[in-house]
């Protein structure tokens, strides 16, 4: 018997959609939030209704507890976050599991299952528009290779691997070559070991250029990685760049003091880079001030 396609996805709102890619674009940024909670109400739908009342709930909880609002829910919480999170998300939500933060869902998938034709054509639908960011398990090289090649991929807002997963050089310029990252805001690839020549592929991909966050935190980085970033053209967007424990010295400091390709950089964190001498600290402090962390 052959094989009945599925019904085409409703079309999302495109006014939601913008609203929702000014979230991620500013995703430090109460204000976009709130002005996502007022248009919701506006539409006279239940389920949009709820989303605004508890978009504003939640980020007035983080604004008054901070670090405890962040803490997992348990018991009668976790529940209601677990009913409200498949709500949320619709069909794509038999194929993850999350939680909410300041008002909208993070969502952990499994790489197999994201590599699933029915999870895929999911990807456009609107309900996968609120997710702000993706955490991803089971993720090896050559299903990060395969998960980029996806055209659907492009609607990935955020991406990071949980447990930490290396794929090596080989497999890192296979995923940041891809022209499908032109959704990702933030990257957080720790212990991935990309290898200088992976993040000479990430400076040089334009698909990248609305990359507002970027941790390579603990792999094994060397000057010639920090060189290559300090070379990139379209990253101009980056707030956010974070390349603690790695093995970055002085060169590598002295191309990052030296470059403007970040002028919009509010954070740089260069911890735990030992190869740094004062001086490579001293050029460090003289360009970014109190932007960068180094202690």
């Not at 050559?142 to 090649?149: C, F, N, V, Y």
């Not at 060169?251 to 954070?267: D, I, Q, R, T």
């Amino acid at each position: 018997m052959a094989r009945v396609s599925p019904k085409p996805l409703p079309a999302p709102r495109p006014e939601l959609l913008a609203l929702l890619d000014a979230v991620k674009d500013n995703p430090d940024d109460d204000t976009p939030r709130l002005v996502l909670a007022d248009w919701l109400d506006e539409q006279d739908e239940p389920l949009d209704a709820e989303r605004a009342a508890f978009i504003r709930k939640d980020i007035a909880a983080n604004r008054e507890h901070g670090f405890l609002q962040s803490l997992p829910p348990t018991g009668e919480a976790l529940n209601a976050e677990e009913v409200r999170f498949k709500r949320w998300l619709g069909p794509i939500g038999n194929f993850t599991t999350g939680r909410f933060h300041r008002g909208l869902p993070t969502a952990w998938f499994s790489a197999p299952d994201l590599l699933k034709p029915d999870c895929q054509r999911l990807l456009p639908s609107e309900e996968f528009a609120f997710v702000q960011f993706v955490r991803l398990t089971d993720a090896s090289g050559p299903r990060m290779e395969m998960l980029a090649k996806q055209p659907e991929f492009r609607f990935m807002p955020a991406v990071s691997l949980d447990p930490f997963n290396s794929f090596g050089t080989h497999y890192a310029i296979r995923f940041f070559e891809s022209p499908n990252l032109t959704g990702l805001r933030h990257i957080a690839f720790r212990g991935v070991d990309p290898g200088a020549a992976g993040v000479e592929t990430l400076a040089k991909n334009p698909a990248l250029s609305r990359l507002r966050k970027l941790t390579l935190f603990h792999n094994k980085l060397v000057d010639k990685a920090a060189i290559a970033l300090a070379a990139a053209k379209h990253l101009k967007n980056l707030t956010y760049l974070d390349l603690r424990d790695n093995k970055i010295g002085d060169k590598g400091a002295e191309s990052l003091a030296a470059s403007n390709a970040f002028p919009n950089l509010s954070c740089l964190v260069m911890r735990e880079n030992s190869r740094i001498t004062d001086a490579g600290k001293k050029q460090l402090r003289d360009k970014f001030g109190d932007r960068v962390r180094l202690d």
